[in-house]
């Protein structure tokens, strides 16, 4: 195995022997101020849309449980990043890395697994170990997640790669070609896996933003055309909802029928009870529904994602309730990382179990075991509580200083005249 860095400040060669051909891993590292959207490197090739891995089926599995990753189609679809922080055209693990599974259907002779990512810092290298496995193989495990040994389980290592040496902690534009030495191919593999590890295990938001993996094995593969389901709703001529259910189109009808009149009349309300100075809520954004998604739901930026399988479970139960908690994060759109993670997230449930939801439903606290910084549904009784003593400003207040970054626990005492843990006690008397 040969690997080969090339950037503006450096020049690394490694070389192993293999029993195969060799393999050489060639990494170009752009820094940020000649990075541009086109993805043009000096020695990897420029990103394709028509590569292999468009007939491919694409999984990805977290590492750690109940995190997840984003929706896996921004890794082929052919879009690229457009800036260096694009979220919306990359795909990224939430913490901790996971596993990336293609499965091309058969096997293909590869000649080069490419992938390339842009971001402004840390998130910009790219490390990951490369794997294959033929159809037929033997013992063949695809069960990333339950895997110590990818060797003792039928996988072959293709290469190892780790852009850190040449990025020196710095952000950029990255493009890694894994390639044969003398052009011919790096295996006949019908499933490729990629074990992607975070860029920095000490620090929470170290995931790289892979905005494509091309998969190339010397032929054309067009984009497949998706039977894309997509629609939106106006409300009030302001604000626009986009609903894309082509992931999971069984929840067209529910979505029609229970979800639009649902976001077409809470919105709004949700945006006049989070106002702020200077602010203003996104005008638009899209509801995601997919069946290759774990867990309920997230939101990133102006997207919501929404784990199709859960939904179609709960359609009479939950699942409207869970989009509204969704778009209240849509309004929230808080930058600090400072802010208590309960306290936005007690928020969202204050909103979706004490407002939305019917009071016959509302959740119960167990003062046994139970805090007011529990989060989610624990936080929400709280915010309630609160709310009931002390007046509904109170919300909009907390919601300011978390927007503009001067949240502290002593605006409890400055808002009510009393400590959280002191009005968690009152709460909790209040219920005996």
């Known amino acids: 195995m040969r690997y080969v860095v090339g950037c503006l400040l450096s020049l690394v060669v490694i070389s192993t022997s293999t029993l195969q051909a060799e393999v050489t891993t060639t990494v170009d590292a752009l820094p940020l101020e000649k990075a541009t959207a086109e993805f043009k490197f000096e020695q990897v090739p420029a990103p394709s849309a028509t590569d ?87 013992n063949l495990n695809l069960d990333a997640e339950n895997m110590e040994d990818p060797t003792e389980s039928g996988w072959t290592m293709v290469a190892k790669v780790d852009t850190r040496p040449a990025m020196q902690g710095e952000g950029g534009q990255v493009g890694v070609s894994i390639a044969d030495s003398e052009g011919a191919s790096v295996g006949s593999y019908r499933y490729v896996l990629l074990d992607i590890e975070p860029t920095n295990n000490r620090q929470r938001y170290a995931d790289t933003f892979y905005t494509e993996i091309d998969i190339v094995d010397g032929n054309e593969h067009p984009q497949p055309k998706p039977n894309a389901h997509i629609d939106s709703i106006t409300i009030n001529d302001e604000f626009e909802i986009t609903f894309d259910t082509t992931g999971a189109p069984e929840l067209r009808g529910w979505v029609d029928k229970v979800l639009k009149p649902v976001c077409q009349e809470w919105y709004p309300k949700i945006v006049e009870m989070l106002p702020s100075e200077g602010y203003e809520a996104p005008k638009k954004f899209t509801i995601f529904f997919r069946n290759n998604m774990d867990g309920v739901a997230y939101t990133m930026g102006t997207e919501v994602h929404c784990a199709g399988v859960w939904f179609s479970r709960n359609l009479d139960g939950e699942a409207a309730g869970a989009v509204v908690h969704e778009m209240v994060h849509v309004v929230q759109q808080y930058r600090s990382r400072r802010n208590p993670g309960w306290l936005v ?9 004490f407002m939305y939801e019917d009071s016959a439903i509302q959740p119960r606290v167990n003062f046994s075991r139970a805090n007011y910084d529990d989060s989610y549904r624990t936080t929400g009784a709280f915010l309630n509580y609160v709310v009931s003593k002390h007046g509904e400003e109170i919300i909009p207040k907390l919601n300011a200083a978390m927007r503009q970054d001067k949240f502290s626990n002593d605006l409890w005492e400055e808002y009510t005249g009393k400590s959280a843990p002191e009005l968690w006690e009152d709460f909790s008397k209040a219920q005996k």
């Open 52 to 138: 292999a891995a468009n007939i491919a089926t694409i999984k990805a599995t977290p590492r750690r449980r109940f995190f997840r990753s984003t929706p896996e189609f921004a890794l082929h679809d052919g879009k690229l990043a457009t800036t260096q922080d694009d979220p919306s055209n990359s795909f990224f693990f939430s913490t901790g890395g996971g596993f990336v599974l293609f499965d091309l259907g058969k096997n293909v002779d590869i000649k080069q697994i490419n992938s390339y990512s842009w971001h402004p810092n840390l998130r910009a290298a790219q490390v990951y170990t490369v794997w294959g496995a033929a159809e037929g193989t033997e």
């Open 345 to 353: 997230e007690g928020l969202c449930d204050y909103i979706r179990w």
